[in-house]
């Protein structure tokens, strides 16, 4: 069987190509050299999506906090999740958000109104607080990974 490198290496092995190769071909000319810059950021960006575990570390801290905004926690445990195609996973992730941030901004009609909502704590240190801290730093972690919190 030949070896067949995964994809992280292919992006990685053009990344390489692009700097060493053709970016020292293009001085001179500041747009090229500017365009294959961007590019070789965009491969990176690429890249550490492939790592991120296509939602499935997302999922697992939504259910271990056991928040229960929504029936998709009862509905998608983390076997049946895993299965999902990676579109899929990311619309039942959409979907809690969307969820969450709705339960989070009518925080406040519900204490008014009395209704037997759902109630967060949304204190920092909190479920969740650091649900959406950690959430943030994953999302960053893709679009620019030297940010650090």
């Known amino acids: 069987m030949q070896y067949r490198p995964d994809a992280k290496e292919l992006l990685s092995t053009i990344q390489e190509f692009m700097m060493k190769e053709l970016l020292p071909k293009l001085e001179g000319d500041d747009l090229l050299s500017y365009k294959t810059l961007v590019s070789w950021n965009m491969l990176g960006v690429i890249a550490r999506e492939f790592e991120n575990s296509e939602y499935t570390k997302s999922w697992l801290e939504i259910l271990d906090s056991k928040l229960l905004l929504s029936d998709l926690e ?15 996973r990311s619309q039942v992730l959409y979907e809690w958000n969307q969820q969450l941030a709705k339960t989070i901004r009518n925080q406040n009609e519900i204490s008014k109104t009395n209704d037997t909502e759902i109630r967060l704590d949304p204190s920092p240190k909190g479920k969740v607080w650091n649900l959406v801290k950690s959430q943030l730093k994953e999302n960053l972690s893709v679009s620019n990974p030297r940010f650090q919190t």
């Open 74 to 88: 009862t509905k998608y445990p983390m076997d049946i999740f895993q299965k999902l195609t990676k579109k899929e």
